[in-house]
């Protein structure tokens, strides 16, 4: 079994900043790309940021200049730094990551529970 287990969630004022972690851990033989996704009341699910094992990164447009994401491999973690926070990034914020949880099975997309992001003053 993979668990990936988020923190850092919160209320924040506008222009103010959070990191968000993510943990993985059990059966992970190998970590291959991390993300974050979050989803706001009444819309779908979309794409934040997600990073390689080897450091590559993508970002939403709507994001970029303001969201940093990284990770340690080491760890089996990854993070996301978001600053100059908006209302409009109010959302719950889940971290997905394609887990080969063995070295005889393939590698597989999992998700954790999610941690709210609430951006107001």
């Known amino acids: 079994q993979v668990q990936l287990v988020e923190s850092g969630g919160g209320l924040v004022q506008p222009g103010g900043s959070l990191r968000l972690s993510c943990a993985a851990s059990?059966?992970?033989?190998?970590?291959?790309?991390m993300g974050w996704y979050r989803q706001a009341p009444g819309k779908q699910r979309e794409l934040v940021a997600t990073?390689?094992?080897?450091?590559?990164?993508n970002y939403a447009d709507s994001v970029k200049g303001r969201f940093t994401i990284s990770r340690n491999n080491a760890k089996n973690t990854v993070y996301l730094q978001m600053n100059s926070l908006k209302p409009e990034d109010t959302a719950a914020y889940y971290c997905?990551?394609?887990?080969?949880?063995?070295?005889?099975?393939?590698?597989?997309?999992?998700w954790g529970q999610g941690t709210q992001v609430t951006v107001s003053s």
């Open positions: 997905n990551a394609a887990v080969r949880p063995t070295i005889a099975t393939m590698a597989e997309d999992y």
């Open positions: 059990g059966s992970t033989f190998s970590i291959y790309r």
């Open positions: 990073i390689t094992r080897g450091g590559n990164t």
